[in-house]
Structure formats: structure tokens, C-alpha cells
């Protein structure tokens, strides 16, 4: 199964060159808590999270009406391409202590984000799918 099947296909861009005061209210309308940072083709350059924004400017008493979204980012990002298997997204994921990653598509265009949540969920549907079939094997091969 291809992560690009199961990444959140709605999600929340920002450009690097936006203020934090637009971020903000970006992601208060939008209710998410993560702003993919891309370039001007799309293509995913950082991430930009509420924590970020309340640790790196208000904390820091910068001003949000000043201080760009490249200023506080983070730039050291990961991708994966949507032809990812889920299992190597999973290992990724958990390897890097990461709980959103964007999805990219073959031209390195933001197509989606694969977030932790949404793996936890998958697996425990296919755990639970292992276990109704091992107890049907189990019920026919009892009788």
C-alpha cells in the first residue's frame, strides 16, 4: 500500500516569505495545527507548526507581523513520495521521531501529509483485519 493512497489529501501550505501573523490565522481558520512551507512550484522546503510559531516568535517576543515564516521554520525536512510503501513511512516516521511528513509527487510537488495519527490508524485496521481472519481460520479448522 503506497502512502500517496493514504496521506491527508487536504492540507495547509505556506509560503516562506509570509508573515507569522498570516501563518497564524492560516492555521487558526484552517484548524490545523501544521503548515507545509513550500516554494513557488509547490515543492515542500519546511514545516511550520503552532509550536513554532508560540516558541520561536511569541516567546521570543518577535514580532509576528514582522518575522517571516522562512525565519522560524524548520528546514531539515523529510518527504516521501507517494509511491512509498506505508511500512517504510511507518519505520521513517518512528526512526525520526516525526509526526507529520509531506507526500510528494514526481516532480516534488506537495501532494499531501502523512501523519502519525492516520498510521496508528491504519495499522490497528490491519491488526484487527489479521485477527478476524486468524479467527475464521481458526472457528473452520475447529469444526
Known amino acids: 500500500m503506497p502512502v500517496g493512497d493514504h496521506c491527508r489529501r487536504r492540507f495547509s501550505l505556506v509560503r516562506a516569505d509570509e508573515t507569522i501573523r498570516e501563518a497564524a490565522i492560516r492555521m487558526r481558520d484552517e484548524a490545523t495545527g501544521c503548515l507545509v512551507v513550500v ?27 514582522k518575522t517571516l515564516v ?41 501532494i499531501g501529509v502523512m501523519e502519525w495519527d492516520d498510521a496508528v490508524q491504519i495499522i490497528a485496521a490491519e491488526l484487527d483485519q489479521a485477527a478476524r481472519v486468524a479467527q475464521a481460520n481458526v472457528a473452520t479448522s475447529g469444526s
Open 39 to 65: 516554494d513557488e512550484k509547490k515543492r515542500p522546503i519546511g514545516m511550520l507548526t503552532d509550536r513554532d510559531v508560540i516558541m520561536q516568535t511569541l516567546r521570543r517576543a518577535r514580532d509576528p507581523e
Open 70 to 110: 522562512g525565519d522560524v521554520m524548520h528546514d531539515e525536512i523529510t518527504t516521501l513520495w507517494e509511491t512509498t510503501p506505508l511500512l517504510t513511512a511507518f519505520r521513517r516516521m518512528r526512526a525520526d521521531g516525526l509526526r507529520r511528513i509531506p507526500v510528494i509527487d514526481p516532480e516534488g510537488r506537495a
